[in-house]
């Protein structure tokens, strides 16, 4: 298992999909959401990604292709 600490920013034409739900059916991942801020034009999300580090990098991979910025982050995130 491999966590990976990442946040996700979301471009307006995706605020309103189900992006966390299809990154779960479709790569067997956890997401853990610490912080979120969500808008009608963009939302952030803070999470750890938990999973087989195989299906961590192909789901992150997945949310570059469909238009999600991600951020590795490197420090502990706060509760």
């Known amino acids: ?13 995706l605020v ?5 739900a299809q990154l779960v059916r479709r790569f067997d991942v956890t997401p853990n959401i610490r912080r979120a ?3 009608e034009d963009v939302g952030w999300i803070v999470c ?11 789901a ?3 949310l ?6 991600v951020d ?6 706060e509760s």
Do not use: C, K, N, Y
């Open 1 to 13: 298992m491999t966590r990976a600490r990442v946040r996700l920013t979301f471009p307006s034409e």
């Open 48 to 58: 750890e990604v938990d999973g087989e580090e195989q299906a961590v990098e192909a």
């Open 72 to 77: 590795r982050l490197d420090h502990p995130l």
């Open 64 to 69: 570059v292709e469909i238009g999600v910025d």
């Open 16 to 20: 309103r999909e189900p992006v966390v």
């Open 60 to 62: 992150l991979a997945w």
């Open 37 to 39: 801020d969500v808008s």
